[in-house]
């Protein structure tokens, strides 16, 4: 089975500070993805990376950014966080292949909170 | 206007109902299209694709209009475990980057 896992459930944090959400995958996945989930927006893409050290602009990237140093991990960086900022973020890895119909496995979810 | 839509329910059913869900898509160059499930305060997981011939997994029936840019999900005997948000989840383009409807609440009530 695949697993994706991330550092933390919950976290709360306040206003300036700089926050790291941390991502693992485990089944040799070249696709990794951040998302933040927002009641009545659904899932939004912040940064995607289709490879080690490779990043790409997602929908909302203002505010945040990512690091891929090994293939299995991927970060997001929140460099002063803001109240609005406050959000569930979802970690998400897929395989690269020639289907277009590849299956994005997530994360639990880190549900952040910014007083 | 959104990407893709949908309507976001709830959904309440008795447990035994059939169910269908509607999406629809903004850009008519899109590539494959998804039904995936979230549950309360889970991450979501992919239900089935969604291919031109329209596809059917057990209980789960999936459709696409190309035409009219839309797909749907049709639910029969619905179970309480079937209580969930279904998010409809589309690919715009070549590669793996998805964009996900805000979710349809289905509620199954005994």
């Known amino acids: 089975d695949v697993k994706v896992t991330q550092s933390s459930r919950y976290l709360v944090k306040r206003t300036g500070e700089k926050v790291f959400l941390e991502c693992v995958q485990d089944?040799?996945?070249?696709?990794m993805f951040w998302y933040r989930q927002d009641p009545g927006l659904g899932l939004r893409l912040i940064y995607f990376s289709y490879d080690v050290k490779m990043k790409e602009k997602g929908d909302i990237p203002e505010g945040y950014s990512v690091s891929r140093e090994k293939k299995e991990r991927f970060s997001l960086i929140l460099e002063s966080a803001s109240t609005n900022q406050t959000s569930m973020y979802l970690c998400a890895s897929s395989l690269t292949s020639g289907s277009p119909y590849n299956e994005q496995f997530f994360g639990p979810g880190t549900r952040l909170t910014v007083l | 206007r959104k990407e893709v839509e949908q309507d976001p329910g709830p959904f309440n059913v008795p447990e035994g109902a059939t169910v269908a869900f509607n999406c629809t898509y903004s850009?008519?160059?899109?590539?494959?299209f998804f039904w995936y499930r979230q549950d309360c305060r889970k991450e979501p997981k992919l239900l089935m694709s969604?291919?031109?011939s329209g596809n059917e997994d057990g209980r789960f029936t999936a459709q696409l209009n190309r035409a009219s840019q839309y797909i749907s999900l049709l639910i029969r005997d619905s179970k309480l475990s079937d209580s969930a948000t279904y998010l409809c989840?589309?690919?715009?383009?070549?590669?793996?980057?998805?964009?996900f409807g805000a979710g349809t609440i289905l509620r199954v009530k005994s």
């Open positions: 089944m040799d996945h070249e696709n």
């Open positions: 989840v589309v690919n715009m383009r070549h590669g793996n980057k998805l964009v």
């Open positions: 850009n008519s160059a899109s590539q494959s």
């Open positions: 969604v291919y031109s």
